[in-house]
């Protein structure tokens, strides 16, 4: 080959290779793949009322397994089967997860290739044994009707980035390869327990303000039981239009409890009080027997209450039958409302629950509920002197019978609602968080008090107004 004909062949070849590399630097536009899924809905129509269970799965990559919610309808409720039935009390969430593959439009295909599935976060998390990077699994939603059948099943990915409404989700139906485009709002994957039900456990309404709260903090040996008491503080407060007052303190001398003067700081400690007795959030439950649950729902003296010896292994001794409930004492104290309907509950504060798993550092606490009618917020009307002879002592005595009803009538619906709260906690122990344990209990500052800061029994109050109760 003569050195010509050689140039000329090594400058063709020069000009293919530099050619394939300026091509693959080009910014070529992705490839848009064609699909008759495009602008059409994901799952046939369904209606919400014919799914009777809901699955969950996604992987929890610090405790290195599958997390799973499953839920199904019982009656006209909804209940958590891996937390004994518990019913899951939180409607927008459980409407969230039902209504979640109803009405989904593809808006794009962005591939076919089973390969892309961990880039896009759509393998599924049943596979996690088989994935050494576990990054690329997604979270499954399974929706299934009363004979088991799936109405919609989907594996939910990666969001999409630099999208404006952040709504915009990689999207896998299992078993096939095609990864997609839709609109989906992740809140409804919740794996979360405290997602799904309603923390509001003393059942504060809008409509009827509290009257009083009273905490009472002492401790109790597990070891020892009642005999160990040991008292730190009792507290009365009220919440008003200027925030939460403690109005009256009482402080431990010995075995008995002292009047105590309240310096501003206590007062500034308890504004946040009444905001997490709204929001007794809870992690876990576990379901008392049949027939200690049988024993809360209906409450008697006559009643053998033997069968209540074993919650001391949670940390409540039960002392005694008053007002038509029983009496405990808690290893970690007492809580109550009482609200303006006359309604007392109290909250039982427990022993430490066992951790989960070795994972959980948060310290929990065991926590059990009971109600009864406080009478004192409906007072005795006073009945006439007169001998009714006059016209005026006859409208006192209609007036003192009216008010009379009243106050019977009153009673009779406070009663009617303890006895409601009672049969929808009788089951439960509640596993609550210690952050919430102090925010109900709060560590009072007993150091702050001093013979230069004589604080009233009002005390120097903050305005702060209190939240809404939210129902």
Do not use: C
Not at 123 to 143: A, M
Not at 230 to 249: F, S
Not at 385 to 396: L, N, P, R, T, W
């Amino acid at each position: 080959m003569n050195n010509p004909t050689f140039k000329t062949l090594f400058m063709v070849l020069l000009a293919v290779v530099s050619s394939a590399i300026a091509a693959s630097f080009y910014p070529w536009p992705e490839q848009v793949i064609e699909s008759e899924m495009v602008g059409n809905p994901l799952f046939d129509a369904y209606d919400t009322t014919a799914v009777r269970a809901i699955e969950i799965q996604e992987f929890n990559t610090d405790k290195n397994e599958i997390e799973k919610i499953q839920l199904e309808r019982d009656g006209e409720k909804w209940v958590l089967l891996q937390n004994r039935k518990y019913v899951a009390s939180n409607a927008e969430q459980v409407s969230a997860a039902a209504n979640s593959l109803t009405g989904i439009v593809v808006l794009e295909e962005k591939t076919e290739d089973q390969q892309d599935h961990f880039e896009y976060g759509v393998v599924d998390p049943e596979d996690h044994l088989t994935q050494p990077n576990r990054s690329g699994l997604g979270t499954k939603i399974v929706l299934e009707d009363r004979n088991g059948k799936p109405l919609g099943k989907l594996i939910v990915g990666a969001a999409l980035k630099n999208d404006p409404n952040g709504k915009k989700r990689f999207v896998r139906v299992p078993g096939q390869p095609s990864v997609y485009v839709v609109d989906f709002n992740p809140n409804a994957l919740a794996t979360d327990f405290e997602k799904w039900v309603d923390p509001n456990l003393f059942e504060l309404l809008n409509n009827i303000p509290v009257d009083e709260i009273q905490v009472t903090d002492y401790r109790l040996t597990p070891s020892e039981g009642v005999a160990s008491e040991t008292l730190n503080y009792r507290a009365k407060l009220n919440v008003g239009q200027t925030g939460v007052n403690l109005l009256k303190l009482d402080v431990a001398k010995g075995k008995e409890w002292q009047p105590s003067q309240i310096s501003t700081k206590m007062q500034q400690q308890v504004q946040s009080l009444f905001r997490q007795l709204l929001n007794i959030r809870f992690s876990d439950v576990l379901r008392k027997n049949d027939k200690m649950q049988k024993l809360f729902e209906n409450p008697s003296a006559d009643s053998d209450t033997t069968v209540l010896k074993s919650l001391e292994n949670f940390g409540f001794y039960k002392i005694g039958f008053a007002n038509g409930v029983y009496r405990f004492k808690s290893s970690g104290g007492e809580v109550s409302v009482t609200t303006k309907d006359g309604l007392k509950v109290t909250m039982y504060i427990g022993g430490l629950s066992d951790r989960s798993s070795d994972e959980d550092l948060q310290l929990s606490y065991y926590v059990l509920f009971s109600a009864e009618v406080e009478a004192s917020v409906f007072p005795m009307p006073q009945k006439p002197k007169g001998d009714g002879d006059s016209e005026v002592d006859a409208q006192a005595n209609k007036d003192f019978l009216k008010k009379f009803e009243d106050r019977t009538n009153k009673l009779k619906a406070a009663t009617l609602r303890a006895s409601a709260f009672n049969r929808l906690r009788a089951e439960w122990v509640y596993v609550v968080p210690e952050s919430v344990i102090n925010g109900v209990r709060p560590e009072l500052d007993l150091a702050s008090l001093s013979p230069s800061n004589p604080a009233s029994a009002i005390g120097d109050l903050l305005k702060v107004k209190p939240p809404t109760p939210q129902k």
